[in-house]
């Protein structure tokens, strides 16, 4: 489990911000962020596009890149991740996609899970992998993961 607080105060003592784009999580990430008394000083806020067209209208993931390998897609996450610090103006951004369950979806398996972060001085990252378990448990390890992601980028505990 991640030490939230202590991740928002190696933030705070950075002078740095985090926003969020999800799909996969569909909020659950930023709320999860927002339980953090003082979040405020380091939260702009998030995206929730968890339909295809969002992703490319609100978070500005190549069109041509959803059209070709559809919204379950490492570089799709990136593109998220770049998205959310960008149109945030954040420092951080962090994002999900994936497939939550119960079945596949456009043929990619259920707990298929890409997870990025993109950050200062061209840092990025992708997390590729695969949860067993029903959609709760998919979502709230995607949600681990990235603010794990950000927790080692950033120095915290």
């Not at 939230?4 to 999860?32: D, F």
């Not at 998030?46 to 500005?60: N, R």
């Amino acid at each position: 489990m991640i030490d939230l607080p202590a991740l928002v105060e190696r933030l705070v003592a950075r002078g740095e911000t985090v926003a969020a784009a999800e799909s996969l999580t569909g909020g659950l990430l930023t709320a999860t962020l927002v339980t953090v008394p003082g979040v405020s000083r380091v939260l702009r806020g998030g995206l929730v596009v968890y339909a295809t067209d969002l992703k490319h209208s609100l978070a500005g993931v190549d069109a041509e890149l959803l059209a070709e390998r559809g919204p379950v897609d490492p570089d799709v996450a990136l593109g998220l991740a770049r998205g959310a610090r960008e149109r945030c103006r954040a420092d951080w951004g962090l994002a999900t996609t994936g497939v939550a369950g119960p079945g596949p979806q456009d043929g990619v398996p259920a707990g298929t899970v890409y997870v990025a972060l993109a950050g200062p001085d061209a840092h990025e990252e992708v997390c590729s992998f695969r949860i067993d378990g029903d959609r709760s448990h998919v979502r709230s390890v995607a949600v681990e993961v990235a603010l794990d992601l950000l927790r080692k980028a950033v120095g915290a505990g």
